[in-house]
């Protein structure tokens, strides 16, 4: 443990946030994500949900300020009646650490499987919630 960083990080996140540079994505992803067989390198964050993950990483990493949409959602597939509710905790939890924020980017559910395939790492979660995986596309560190 280390004085400052929430006990949900792992040892194993922690290195994989401090390795990751500008521009580079992370994907935190719910239980149903196919986070085993899509990731370059997978990190485990069993029996954690995403917003509580996403709080505590946001905390470390700031979000890329150069891009319009730093953070990206699974859109929800067409015909699907399903609302996202856990997209406002989302919105909350990224407006909280990220004054600039406006936006998130909504990405249809293959090319958002595309895209984490080419993300740094993927974070694997036990969140339950539908349509609950976001991308974060780091961003720098001012001194």
Not at 101 to 130: G, I, P, Q, W
Request: hydrophobic fraction near 45%.
């Amino acid at each position: 443990m280390l004085k400052g960083i929430s006990p949900v990080i792992s040892p194993d996140l922690v290195k994989v946030l401090m390795e990751m540079g500008h521009g580079d994505e992370l994907v935190i992803a719910d239980g149903n994500f196919p986070a085993a067989s899509i990731a370059q390198r997978l990190v485990r964050a069993d029996g954690m949900d995403c917003p509580t993950v996403l709080d505590a990483i946001l905390r470390l990493f700031p979000l890329d300020q150069y891009v319009e949409k730093p953070a990206a959602l699974m859109s929800v597939v067409p015909g699907d009646p399903y609302k996202p509710v856990i997209w406002e905790d989302y919105r909350k939890i990224v407006q909280q650490h990220e004054s600039s924020f406006t936006e998130f980017d909504y990405v249809e559910r293959f090319a958002f499987y595309e895209r984490a395939k080419n993300a740094y790492a993927v974070l694997a979660t036990s969140e339950m919630a539908l349509y609950a995986n976001i991308i974060l596309k780091k961003g720098v560190v001012k001194g």
